[in-house]
């Protein structure tokens, strides 16, 4: 049997990891399918039409998204990265 990770990735995570715009990221990747590695989370509600999932990413998801975000970023159409502190840095 092949191993399989079965690690998920927020929204969050994904836009911190790829110093991209969190919702850039939701909008490039609201074409994609659990098949595509974006998956829909709840969490304490019950799910429903009102509810509001949390996107989750697999692995290749995450692949996928990078290649996604390629497109608008290579036409001029992506949004300015976010801005973050150095680490280490003193204030």
């Known amino acids: 049997m092949e191993y399989?990770?079965?690690?998920?990735?927020?929204?969050?995570?994904?836009a911190e990891m790829l110093e991209e715009n969190e919702a850039f990221l939701h909008d490039c990747s609201i074409g994609m399918f659990s098949e595509?590695?974006?998956l829909s989370a709840y969490d304490s509600v019950q799910a429903s039409e009102w509810s509001e999932p949390i996107v989750v990413f697999t692995e290749d998801g995450i692949d996928n998204l990078r290649y996604m975000i390629n497109v608008p970023?290579?036409?001029?159409?992506?949004?300015p990265k976010p801005v973050t502190e150095a680490k280490g840095s003193v204030q």
């Open 4 to 14: 399989r990770n079965t690690t998920l990735y927020t929204l969050k995570y994904v």
């Open 73 to 79: 970023t290579e036409m001029g159409d992506a949004p």
């Open 36 to 38: 595509d590695g974006r």
